[in-house]
């Protein structure tokens, strides 16, 4: 299990002027979500910040609904009839006008404008509830009766409307809509002067990068700060989150290296085992084409290929083949000294013992021991020759590249060689059967790499690149 460690950044000396940037970027923005949300939350705010309702209001081309405007209005004149002890005659009129607009508000639906058809079936299961009838007209009718208030004390209903049913009045409204069909809304004012500055600093930004960087015209560092186009642009405003990010963490108000290295992470887990596959795959296919239809042998052995790129000026084949045969008679012989001499022990041994000749040389009294002691005397020489003859040879070749003639004898013999040896494997046989050869063993690499990449635990690789960049850093 993997474990995440807060990742430290460099630090820099950050301009003034960049966190000022950053921290105005980051206050538009923070205007940008409160106009996006402010309808879904304006009953919250038109409970707990009245004023912000009233400031705010006319910026999103939101006014009071005339109808339910003119219910709460009529509902206030009751309301003073009655303390002011009207006659009883203005106040059953007022008490019938109420009535009128409680079916109205029923019928038409003035909530619907707002999207708050929702407040109106709480009004009504409110009233029916209150009423104790299953009809939300009759129970308006009902509860503005004359009657009804006299019975259950005015002032206690009066108090019980204001508290439960008339908020969910108020908070109805209209919000119009402008020429092009769309909700009236006026944040473009608000949001203008940002969007001038934004701009200006644009343009500033990368003109300069433009003088700093020769290479690059003023069109590229555009294309440099990309990001920044967000910020002027008046439609799609949540993608400014964009920018706002970069900035703030580039003037290191925030640090999000832990969160791009998770990123990170998480991107190269998924993506790394798939592209390393594809990637091996297409390699080996590439070599065993080559192999397959001669391209690779024509490469390797044809000296008058012009589209082969030599990098050093140096036949790597014959380099490779001086390298083999110097490891060879240095190296590998002297250690197998002992084998030779045990396979040829065999063999003599072997023709010895079905030798008649031999035989009857052994029954001569006295020279039995002699016969054996030629025949280990022959073991040794015959070991000897062929540890001894290359190594006596190489010794040759080696003295002999001290002189000038001798170092051409020498390249000359390394050529030959080099070219028999070409000459010899390019025969058909030879060449179908070592390209048959290269070609499988190139498959059976591709099939066993490819099912090690994908048994391999791609995060416990990752984790152990992100442990090195750490010591890296560390150091």
């Given at each position: 299990m993997t474990t995440t460690k807060y990742i430290r950044r460099k630090t820099r000396k950050v301009p003034i002027f960049e966190r000022i940037m950053a921290f105005l970027a980051l206050l538009n923005f923070t205007l940008v979500l409160f106009n996006i949300t402010y309808v879904s939350f304006r009953d919250f705010y038109f409970d707990h910040i009245p004023m912000i309702v009233k400031v705010y209001d006319p910026i999103k081309?939101?006014?009071?609904?005339?109808d339910t405007d003119k219910y709460l209005n009529s509902f206030e004149?009751?309301?003073?009839?009655?303390?002011?002890?009207?006659?009883?005659?203005?106040?059953?009129?007022q008490l019938e006008e109420l009535e009128e607009l409680s079916v109205d508000m029923i019928n038409q639906n003035p909530f619907e404008v707002a999207n708050k058809s929702g407040s109106l079936?709480?009004?009504?299961?409110?009233?029916?509830?209150?009423?104790?009838?299953?009809?939300?007209?009759?129970?308006?009718?009902?509860?503005?009766s004359e009657e009804h208030l006299t019975k259950n004390n005015w002032s206690e209903e009066l108090d019980w409307f204001e508290a439960e049913?008339?908020?969910?009045?108020?908070?109805?409204?209209?919000r119009g809509i402008d020429e092009s069909g769309r909700l009236t809304d006026y944040f473009g004012i608000i949001d203008l002067p940002f969007i001038i500055i934004f701009g200006l600093e644009f343009l500033g930004r990368t003109f300069l990068i433009s003088r700093r960087y020769p290479s690059v015209n003023w069109l590229e560092a555009m294309l440099w700060r990309w990001y920044d186009i967000f910020l002027l642009l008046p439609f799609i405003q949540f993608l400014r989150i964009i920018p706002i990010t970069i900035r703030l963490n580039d003037a290191q108000i925030i640090n999000l290296e832990t969160i791009r290295a998770q990123a990170s992470r998480g991107f190269?887990?998924?993506?790394?085992?798939?592209?390393?596959?594809v990637v091996i795959t297409q390699v080996i296919n590439q070599v065993q084409r080559d192999v397959t239809n001669g391209e690779l042998a024509k490469r390797i052995f044809s000296s008058q290929d012009r589209t082969y790129i030599d990098?050093?000026?140096?036949?790597?084949?014959?380099?490779?083949a001086t390298k083999l045969v110097q490891i060879t008679v240095c190296e590998?012989?002297?250690?197998?000294?002992?084998?030779?001499?045990a396979l040829i022990r065999y063999n003599v041994e072997k023709v010895v013992a079905e030798s008649p000749t031999f035989h009857r040389f052994q029954q001569i009294p006295g020279v039995e021991n002699v016969a054996n002691q030629l025949s280990e005397r022959l073991v040794k020489e015959l070991s000897n020759l062929a540890t001894e003859v290359p190594q006596n040879a190489y010794e040759t070749v080696k003295a002999a590249m001290a002189d000038p003639e001798g170092t051409k004898l020498s390249e000359q013999l390394v050529q030959n060689f080099s070219k028999a040896l070409g000459r010899e494997l390019q025969q058909e046989h030879t060449l179908e059967e070592l390209q048959s050869l290269v070609s499988a063993f190139l498959e059976e690499v591709?099939?066993?790499?490819?099912?090690?990449?994908?048994?391999?635990?791609?995060?416990?690789?990752?984790?152990?690149?992100?442990?090195?960049?750490?010591?890296a850093n560390k150091s």
């Open positions: 081309g939101i006014e009071a609904n005339r004149e009751l309301k003073t009839k009655i303390y002011e002890n009207y006659d009883s005659v203005v106040v059953k009129k079936e709480k009004i009504k299961n409110r009233m029916r509830d209150k009423m104790k009838q299953d009809s939300a007209k009759e129970s308006f009718r009902t509860f503005w049913i008339k908020p969910l009045i108020a908070k109805n409204y209209y190269l887990a998924a993506i790394a085992q798939e592209l390393t596959e990098l050093n000026n140096t036949n790597e084949i014959e380099a490779i590998v012989i002297p250690e197998i000294q002992s084998d030779i001499e591709k099939i066993n790499y490819v099912m090690g990449m994908s048994e391999e635990d791609v995060e416990k690789i990752l984790e152990e690149t992100r442990q090195l960049q750490l010591k």
